[in-house]
């Protein structure tokens, strides 16, 4: 069933659709990171002013190294040392769609360690944009079951994988670190 759902919602993100889907933290709206249309059509699901940047998943290291210049030395130490879903902001992002970082450049990147995204990213081999499953304003879904109609009748596939789960799962932290290594929590 993973396998079959992981290639089911990567033939909708090659063709610019959005998916529903399980993350390391609460269920995603997701899309090509590097598709500025499809990027475009998450903020329309979710009634957000694109002003506001997204955060995006990979599945490893060597991916966040490919569209972050600079990583500073004390990140991989933060990843390491996370005892929960940990997104850091960085300074400088490249080879992501332009309207899905913040105006300054800056982008939110987590390294999943959940098994359908990160199964999920590995074989798409971009970052995945994942931004919680909830119109702008309303509360945070935790479970697939409270997750508005709304936002299930507007993405082009909802996964059926680890739908039945009804742990309540909690936003990642967010740390924000530029290229020195100096770094701020923005949400613990």
Request: net charge neutral; with cysteine; hydrophobic share 40%.
């Amino acid at each position: 069933m993973l396998q079959d759902e992981v290639k089911k919602a990567i033939e909708v993100m090659k063709q610019g659709g959005v998916i529903l889907y399980p993350t390391d933290t609460v269920w995603g709206i997701g899309c090509d990171a590097t598709n500025p249309e499809a990027v475009r059509k998450v903020y329309e699901i979710k009634r957000r002013d694109d002003s506001k940047a997204l955060i995006c998943l990979v599945d490893s290291d060597a991916r966040l190294s490919r569209y972050v210049r600079n990583v500073a030395d004390v990140t991989w130490d933060m990843i390491e040392l996370a005892t929960k879903p940990l997104t850091i902001i960085f300074d400088q992002a490249v080879g992501l769609a332009p309207n899905l970082l913040a105006e300054d450049g800056s982008v939110g990147i987590r390294i999943t360690k959940e098994e359908f995204s990160k199964e999920l990213c590995f074989r798409f081999q971009k970052p995945i944009v994942s931004t919680s499953a909830n119109i702008s304003g309303e509360p945070t879904a935790r479970t697939f079951d409270e997750i508005s109609d709304d936002i299930k009748n507007a993405v082009d596939y909802v996964v059926r994988y680890n739908q039945r789960c009804k742990e309540k799962h909690q936003p990642s932290s967010i740390v924000k670190i530029d290229r020195n290594g100096k770094f701020v929590i923005i949400r613990e």
